[in-house]
């Protein structure tokens, strides 16, 4: 019973970090947007998000 809830805990962990991981990749689109968008329109500033 218990090595049953400790997977469930660890998919439950590895599912969260694909989340994060996830997220952290839309940032980066996010940005590279920013950057493109900025550049485009002659702005040459640091992103906020940085």
């Not at 218990?2 to 997220?23: A, D, H, K, P, S």
């Not at 980066?28 to 940085?50: E, G, K, Q, R």
């Amino acid at each position: 019973m218990f090595f049953i809830m400790l997977t469930g805990l660890l998919r439950l962990f590895l599912e969260t970090m694909q989340n994060v991981e996830y997220f952290f990749k839309l940032s980066d689109i996010h940005n590279a947007i920013d950057t493109i968008v900025v550049t485009n329109t002659n702005f040459i500033y640091p992103s906020p998000n940085f």
